[in-house]
């Protein structure tokens, strides 16, 4: 069955170290890639997206991600953590034809240490 | 920038009860999904909403649950009898066409709490 794994359910990094939140998919064929961001009381926000050409992505915020077929995985990363980065992360998929659902994974929650 | 909107932000109800989650989508948008997350759970696909009909729904969407557009803005889902089970944060997102190069827009939910 077609699946999203986000391995880690907590994660604090120091305001200024660099974070990688990871994420892996279960599906025989290339999927479509999404990585969405809530705060506290807001909707998901897109970070980025990756439907195919280049595997790394640049998205919103100063995040990016890397599509990496061999390992069936979207791993989000930014460079220098901010304290309002603090939030819930999902990474979700795309299998199927146009205008479907997108299936989530079950977030990641982001603390920012000063 | 436009955005999703859903009301009420928390619903308290009885079990048993029919309660009505609203959104008003994207005012351009042409596909509407609802989806939900239980404490602790993930985001889970329940339908979505093309043209006046259902085009997709999973197997969480029984006959509990309906969804309608009532008018040219509104985008509600309705749960006839709700279950306790059924408390979960409820999330309503459009899109402006169909294919994956849109982003689907989400509001902030419904938080529904079942007694």
């Known amino acids: 069955a077609q699946s999203v794994t986000q391995p880690d359910i907590h994660i604090t990094v120091s305001e200024g170290a660099s974070l990688e939140l990871r994420c892996n998919y279960s599906?025989?064929?290339?999927?479509?890639l999404f990585w969405y961001v809530q705060s506290p009381g807001q909707g998901l926000q897109l970070l980025l997206k990756?439907?195919?050409?280049?595997?790394l992505v640049q998205g919103i915020k100063g995040f990016e991600a890397e599509f990496k077929r061999s390992q069936s995985s979207f791993n989000l990363r930014k460079p220098s953590v901010h304290w309002s980065d603090a939030a819930e992360y999902f990474c979700?998929?795309?299998?199927?034809?146009?205008?479907?659902?997108?299936?989530f994974g079950k977030g990641t929650t982001l603390s920012v240490s000063s | 920038e436009p955005e999703v909107t859903q009301t009420p932000s928390h619903q308290v109800t009885q079990m048993g009860q029919e309660v009505i989650l609203r959104c008003v989508p994207i005012?351009?948008?042409?596909?509407f999904y609802w989806y939900r997350q239980i404490l602790g759970q993930k985001v889970e696909f329940l339908v979505s909403?093309?043209?006046?009909?259902?085009?997709?729904k999973s197997e969480i969407f029984d006959d509990q649950f309906s969804v309608e557009r009532p008018d040219g803005s509104n985008f509600t889902l309705k749960i006839r009898s709700t279950k306790l089970e059924d408390s979960a944060m409820y999330f309503c997102?459009?899109?402006?066409?169909?294919?994956?190069?849109?982003?689907?827009?989400f509001g902030p939910g419904t938080r529904l709490t079942v007694l």
């Open positions: 979700a998929v795309a299998f199927n034809q146009a205008g479907t659902a997108l299936i």
């Open positions: 599906y025989g064929a290339t999927p479509y």
């Open positions: 909403f093309y043209n006046n009909e259902i085009s997709e």
């Open positions: 005012s351009n948008h042409l596909y």
């Open positions: 990756y439907f195919s050409g280049d595997t």
């Open positions: 997102a459009s899109k402006s066409s169909a294919g994956f190069t849109d982003t689907q827009y």
